[in-house]
């Protein structure tokens, strides 16, 4: 079992910036491909951004590319996402995951364990 714990999440205006981390296992950390989703009201959960567990390579969705940012650190074994220049489409809960895929894990099928979510809410 993979413990991801999520924060980070919030209330900004259109343009704003916020960070989300996701906490999680060293074990955990350095097998796993990581990932980040979101889901909006009565839409249904998408890919935001991948980081292997290899290489620590990085893929994105295409409406967050040049907005947002996934790194790890691994001393601290968390993942994050920089979330620049927010929209209010960008509003929804925000998941982490983690994948045991060897490959770039971009949906939500590859993933093996799922936080528990971050509210993030963009105003115009």
């Known amino acids: 079992q993979v413990l991801l714990v999520e924060s980070g999440g919030g209330l900004v205006q259109a343009g704003d910036s916020l960070r989300l981390s996701c906490a999680t296992s060293e074990v955990a950390f350095s097998i796993y491909t990581m990932g980040w989703f979101r889901q909006a009201p009565g839409k249904e959960r998408e890919f935001v951004a991948t980081s292997t567990w290899i290489d620590h390579s990085t893929t994105y969705a295409d409406f967050v590319k040049g907005r947002f940012t996934i790194s790890r650190d691994t001393v601290k074994n968390t993942l994050y996402l920089q979330m620049n220049s927010l929209k209010p489409d960008d509003t929804a809960v925000y998941y982490c995951?983690?994948?045991?895929?060897?490959?770039?894990?971009?949906?939500?099928?590859?993933?093996?364990?799922w936080g528990q979510g971050t509210q993030v809410t963009v105003s115009s």
């Open positions: 995951a983690a994948a045991s895929s060897r490959t770039v894990a971009t949906t939500t099928s590859d993933y093996d364990y």
